[in-house]
């Protein structure tokens, strides 16, 4: 996905670029590139937003691993994100009782991604350029 900074760095780099624009029929030079000091006001457009068009920068912090959850931000793709990027919990009651919390978190998360996954696989062209068109909108 063009609008995560991982997603938008893998279509550039690995050859994606192509299978993009003929799919979405949209250039990546069209949309606006991913940029942290606006996160806010994008989050904040997008609310305002029918669901689940509300999703959008919940799915950017899951395409970036910045959701703030160890379950869905953990990875051990070094080539991405370094050496010893694996998470180490202690087998302690209460970090295990954290990691319930978490988990339980993680499972809300997926299932709002999943409605809007499953709308935008609904109608996928039309609906993603809705996306885009919110995302490009000039900032205020």
């Given amino acids: 996905m063009p609008l995560s900074h991982d997603g938008r760095y893998r279509l550039e780099h690995y050859e994606g670029q192509d299978w993009y624009e003929t799919l979405f029929e949209f250039s990546l030079e069209a949309i606006q590139t991913p940029n942290p000091s606006r996160f806010n006001q994008l989050r904040q457009r997008f609310n305002q937003q029918p669901l689940p068009l509300r999703f959008i920068p919940l ?11 160890i379950w869905l931000d ?4 070094e080539e991405a994100y370094g050496y010893g990027c694996d998470t180490i919990v202690p ?5 295990i009782q954290n990691l319930i919390r978490q988990w339980k978190k993680a499972k809300d998360i997926l299932t709002r991604i999943k409605t809007l996954a499953d709308w935008l696989e609904g ?4 609906r993603f350029k809705q996306v885009l ?3 490009n909108l000039p900032q205020p």
């Fill in 74 to 77: 953990s990875t051990n793709n």
């Fill in 91 to 95: 087998w302690k009651v209460d970090e």
């Fill in 59 to 69: 799915l950017v912090t899951i395409f970036d691993k910045n959701t703030g959850n």
């Fill in 123 to 126: 109608d996928l062209k039309p």
């Fill in 133 to 135: 068109t919110i995302w």
